[in-house]
């Protein structure tokens, strides 16, 4: 029987499976860290600092006391956290690892034949060269090799061929990151980071495709087969179909989910447990809190639509005469809301937190109890950033 399930039981039990619903005052231990990253199930990594990187501000948001140093701990040779891909670049629970094997093979013949049909001979000698460098010297960073001139050309994704050999083998499984200096990453080979118990273990095709589902279900709640291939880009949307379409019935129930816009509601799976699961969803604090553009809860920008209303699009990719917000905007989530977004970045030399623009949803207003949240939240940011003070730009745009 199909089960109806309201936009705000649904967008409230995503927030509680991805870490939102807890206090954020509470102190974290290492252990508590890594047991909130594997709730997540992993935590995006990206390059742009305006004002602490993607990672570090996922984490924050889920708790004020973290601080990049935490999560430095945990990662590294022997560590209970790696780095590899999901969708994206992304930091992810070493005791995962196994099921990352099977990706390794599929994106060998994959990435060799889309860098490899670029470099011909040169893209396999150059492996040859790397592989060599690394296994003799230990860790390696691709400056390394910047001495060395592009042959063939531009090199691949401007990269030079050494560089793309090294990504090459990171994506493969073959090198590991063993730590970063500054953003840049620090290889070695795998069995010098990876614990070889994790290594060891080779689950089949049916098991990995068995555990990706399972664990993207119970960290969405209700979700799509699309949706659930989507999670870690692990399997393919045939195999979650498949998988989805075994167990309806038994340990899958259909949904419908009302969409925040007042839309057709859509159909979903879900635990049979729903409902109790369900009425124990705690509130999430009413604060307010900025939120990365890549955190897991917009992810999925098709999702946030439906379960929250709010339509984000990043636009560091969008040239500035066309932006509508700002290179880099962060949204901005009140209880089980998001209300808004925000246009700022850290202006190191000068100690402070620079705003330069405010964006609320449409039919919100800025009261004095939200402008208040707003400035604790900023100051709390600022700590975290290593600045000084929080500062409105000449000319600050605020709309709502």
């Known amino acids: 029987m199909d089960y109806s399930v309201s936009n705000r039981d649904a967008r409230r039990l995503f927030l509680h499976l991805q870490g939102l619903s807890e206090s ?3 102190r974290m231990s290492g252990a508590e860290l890594q047991a909130l990253i594997e709730r997540l199930g992993f935590v995006q990594v990206d390059s742009i600092n305006t004002v602490e990187r993607a990672h570090h501000m996922i984490l924050f948001a889920r708790n004020q006391t973290y601080r990049p140093r935490h999560l430095e701990r945990l990662l ?4 209970s956290l790696f780095e590899n891909w999901t969708h994206d670049a992304a930091i992810i629970p070493s005791r995962f690892y196994p099921y990352w094997q099977a990706r390794f093979e599929a994106e060998r013949e994959r990435l060799k034949t889309r860098w490899a049909a670029r470099g011909g001979a040169l893209f396999e000698r150059t492996l040859e060269e790397v592989q060599t460098h690394v296994r003799e010297r230990g860790a390696t960073l691709s400056r390394h090799f910047e001495k060395e001139k592009p042959k063939g050309g531009a090199g691949w994704w401007d990269w030079h061929p050494t560089k793309t050999a090294l990504e090459y083998l990171w994506r493969t499984g073959e090198l590991a990151v063993a730590g970063r200096d500054g953003f840049q990453k620090v290889y070695d080979l795998s069995q010098r980071v990876i614990p070889e118990s994790h290594r060891a273990q080779r689950p ?4 990995m495709v068995d555990w990706a589902c399972d664990a993207a279900l119970e960290r969405l709640g209700m979700a799509t ?6 999670f870690w880009d692990l399997v393919s949307p045939a195999e979650a179909k498949a998988w989805c379409a075994a167990r309806l019935g038994e340990s899958l129930i259909e949904v419908t989910v009302e969409n925040a816009d007042g ?7 879900a635990r049979p447990d729903l409902a109790a699961r369900l009425a124990e969803v705690p509130d999430p604090p009413k604060r ?23 339509d984000y699009r990043i636009e560091v990719f969008v040239p500035a005469a066309k932006r509508r917000y700002g290179y880099y905007v962060f949204p ?3 209880g089980d809301r998001f209300i808004g977004r925000i246009d700022m970045k850290c202006d190191r030399p000068a100690d402070t937190l620079s705003v330069k623009g405010l964006w609320l949803e449409p039919g919100l207003r800025f009261s004095k109890g939200r402008a208040q949240r707003l ?8 700590r975290f950033a290593g600045v000084g003070s929080v500062v409105f730009e000449e000319g600050f745009r605020k709309e709502g």
């Open 288 to 310: 307010l809190r900025v939120v990365s553009p890549f955190d897991p809860v917009l992810r999925d920008r098709k999702r946030a639509r439906r379960l929250f209303d709010f």
């Open 24 to 26: 954020p005052r509470r």
């Open 204 to 207: 089949s095709r049916a098991e």
């Open 332 to 334: 901005l989530l009140e």
């Open 263 to 269: 839309g057709k509601p859509r159909q979903a799976l």
């Open 375 to 382: 400035e604790a939240e900023l100051e709390r940011l600022a």
């Open 225 to 230: 087969s699309g949706e659930i291939a989507a």
């Open 76 to 79: 590294g040779p022997g560590g």
